[in-house]
Each structure stands twice: as structure tokens, then as C-alpha cells.
């Protein structure tokens, strides 16, 4: 810091062969709205093969760099940082985001005006959505994507209308591809993350255990962070080990919050949930029922290995459960009855050619955070919102389907 001061907040980011898309992310989380001395960042690289660190050595002498010996997931990564960081909170945000300049200041706003907050989340803007284009840094976005958990387990959006006075949103599990922790409130859950989990709904773990213990995880609505997440399901290696990892934990994440009664309740949604979340992939009735149809086997082999494992997490359980203070059938409850409603416009519209090739085109550049006119980093000439209807953009193609 340079004065000898702790600062408030500690940023980390964990890098894995992010080159392309480091210099985006870490030069907007250096150019924020709020008092330099005042936060740090941590790059926790997880043994990178493509010079990531070398390039964060050499041209970021502000950041502060942990080279590990090997790639232990983003989970463990962050446990890591957790020794070295100096902050009060702890904020993260993924490699491949870029932040607005008020993500941070927007974020301690509304965790330290919410003691009993434990994780306060961004607003997460994704490629397939208008304002990813433009990627405004100076003013107001005007929507807030809320993504949540639905009664079948998986994640939907809605749009809420963003103001200067729209407060922060209650939400049941987390995104945590950009946010800020408490500590001194996680730490009351027994652990943070699950390492176990390596990598996909740990966040979402995580927010149930904080709803759980009758904790808050919050949408700070300001606070904006562009994601360039690729969640489309392809037939290759790594599609197929995110949806067997995202089956798997989404078993044991509610293994781990839930009383024996209230799992085998929720197990056949949460199937259901994951088979037609994998039908999101096809604009068509047929379609989404092949898709379904040839995610079956994915989902059975993700149920097997949680299954498996469940015996290794009996601790963990036996723990989540001891601090859970909310009543039988909570959970149930609150997936049942959300309070709020899907948005087909955003999430059920199917990813078409041109779709897919936009968000593949759309990659953050390097250096592309100082690429600034008028506060947006990518200015577009005469690109155009769609017509709102009730708050809500139609015409707006939804986000790619996912098994997530």
C-alpha cells in the first residue's frame, strides 16, 4: 500500500492460463471508483502454461502474485489467498470479467451497510445481453439480471429495472463470478469454499449454506461486472467434464444443507431440473426432448459419483447442518415458492448461429479497459437497447443453454 495502512478490501483473481483475458480484467479492477490505498489485488495463478504470470510480473507491479505449484481449482485457490490477504472483505472476480468503475465502491456499500450479509453479488452481465456490446464503466446500467434458483434447482433470470435508489436484492444461492465476502460471517459456516468441488456450484453451495444459517446473500444492483462466460454445450471434453462437475456438486451441495427427508423431496427436481435445463439448448418441443434425452446419461453418472462420495462428506454435513438455523421444509419452501418469475425473453429463447458467434466474438481484448469513449469501453456506433415491456427487453436472445 505504500503508507504502512491495511486496506479495506482485498481483490483476487484467479488466473489459469488467462492470458488473453487477463490485462482486460485486472486493468479495470485497477481503474475503479474508489480510493486506491484502500483495496489491494492478489492474482493467485494456478500453475498457468501460457506466460500469466510472467505478464502479470512484469506489467503489474501494483498487483500482488502467488504462483502455485499446480492448477488446484479457482476453490482452492482462493483458500489460499485467504492467508495472504490483508483486507477486511474480500472481493473476486473471474479472469475473464471486466468490472465497471463502481463495482467495487457499490459492493462495500452494501456489505457494510448489511452486517449479516455474507456475500453481496453483482450484477452479472453476459455476452448475449445488449449491454455487454456497449460495456459501460461510467454510468448507470439500467438493468439488473437476476439469476436465481428455480423450484426444479437450476438457475433462471429475471430483469429488475436499475435506479440510483434500487436497494440490494435477497437471492438464494450466489453467482460468484464477481463479489464480496465477509469473513467475519462466513467464517461462523465452519469453511468457506468446497476445494472438493474443484470447480462449478461451489458459489451456489456456498450461498445456501449463508441462507442456511440464516445469513443474507445480497445483489448489489450497481455494482456491474461483464462476464464473457461460454456456457453452450458442446460435444467435447470440456463441456462434458463441466456438466458431470456441475451434476455432482449440485448433489452434494444439497446433500450437504439438507435433512434426509428433505433430499429424497428434492431429488427428483433437481433431476427434472437438470433434464430440462439441457432442453434449452433446442428452440423446439422435439428438440428439447432430445437434448434431454441424450443429457440422461450424464445426469445418471453425476448421481452415481455424488452417491460415491457422500459417505467422504458425512463431516461436512454433520457441520453445515449444526449452524443451519432455518426449519424443516425451509428449502423446499423457498425453491417452491421464489416469489418471482422466469423471463422467457432472457433465458428460454435458443442460441442460434449468429448467437454463437457473437459471444465467441466478443472476447475481452487485451487493454481493452482503457479503450474508453464516453465511459464504455467497446463503443458501438447506433447500437440500440431493445423496447422495454414492463421493465423487461424483448427480442433480447436468452443465454446459452447450459447444464449449470
Known amino acids: 500500500m505504500g503508507d504502512g495502512r491495511q486496506p479495506l478490501v482485498s481483490v483476487v483473481v484467479v488466473s489459469y492460463n488467462g492470458l488473453d483475458l487477463l490485462p482486460a480484467c485486472l486493468d479495470s ?42 492448477n488446484n481449482g479457482p476453490c482452492e485457490a482462493i483458500h489460499r489467498a485467504l492467508v495472504h490477504m490483508r483486507g477486511q472483505f474480500l472481493a473476486y472476480i473471474n479472469q475473464d470479467a471486466v468490472a465497471h468503475r463502481r463495482w467495487l465502491a457499490e459492493l462495500v456499500e452494501v456489505i457494510t451497510a448489511h452486517p449479516r450479509a455474507g456475500l453481496v453479488e453483482s ?51 450466489a453467482y460468484g463470478a464477481g463479489c464480496i465476502v465477509n469473513p467475519a460471517v462466513i467464517e461462523k459456516l465452519g469453511y468457506w469454499l468446497d476445494s472438493d468441488f474443484f470447480a462449478y456450484f461451489d458459489d451456489i453451495d456456498l450461498g445456501l449454506r449463508l441462507n442456511a ?24 471434453r470440456r463441456s462434458l467434464r463441466r456438466a458431470f462437475l456441475s451434476t455432482r456438486n449440485m448433489f452434494l451441495a444439497f446433500y450437504k444443507i439438507s435433512y434426509a427427508s428433505e433430499l429424497v423431496a428434492l431429488a427428483p427436481r433437481l433431476m427434472l431440473g437438470k433434464l430440462l435445463k439441457a432442453g434449452q439448448l433446442s428452440g423446439s418441443l422435439l428438440g428439447r426432448a432430445a437434448y434431454a434425452l441424450a443429457a440422461t446419461p450424464m445426469l445418471l453418472v453425476g448421481l452415481a459419483a455424488a ?52 459471444v465467441a466474438r466478443r472476447r475481452p481484448a487485451a487493454g481493452e479497459a482503457f479503450h474508453d469513449e464516453g465511459g464504455a469501453l467497446v463503443p458501438i456506433t447506433g447500437a440500440e437497447l431493445p423496447d422495454e415491456v414492463g421493465g423487461r427487453p424483448t427480442g433480447a436472445p436468452g443465454p446459452p443453454g447450459s447444464w449449470a
Open 29 to 70: 479492477v485497477l481503474d475503479q471508483d474508489f480510493p486506491r490505498g484502500q483495496y489491494e489485488v492478489l492474482v493467485m495463478d494456478n500453475a498457468s502454461q501460457d506466460g500469466s504470470a510472467e505478464f502479470v510480473e512484469a506489467n503489474y507491479p501494483g498487483v500482488r502474485l502467488m504462483r502455485l505449484d499446480r
Open 123 to 173: 450484477n452479472m452481465i453476459l455476452p448475449q445481453w445488449p449491454e455487454y456490446d456497449v460495456r459501460q464503466r461510467d454510468e448507470l446500467v439500467e438493468r439488473a439480471y437476476v439469476c436465481d434458483l428455480t423450484p426444479l434447482g437450476v438457475h433462471d433470470f429475471r430483469v429488475v429495472r436499475v435506479t440510483p435508489a434500487t436497494p440490494p436484492i435477497p437471492v438464494l444461492s
Open 213 to 236: 444459517a440464516d445469513y443474507q446473500v445480497l445483489l448489489a444492483p450497481r455494482s456491474v461486472v461483464y462476464h464473457h462466460t461460454d456456457w453452450h454445450f458442446k460435444w467435447d
Open 307 to 358: 452417491l460415491w462420495r457422500m459417505p467422504a462428506y458425512r463431516g461436512r454435513r454433520a457441520l453445515t447442518l449444526s449452524v443451519r438455523k432455518k426449519e424443516r421444509g425451509w428449502l423446499t419452501e423457498a425453491l417452491l415458492n421464489p416469489g418471482w418469475k422466469p423471463d422467457p425473453a432472457i433465458w428460454w429463447a435458443p442460441l442460434d448461429g449468429q448467437t454463437a458467434a457473437r
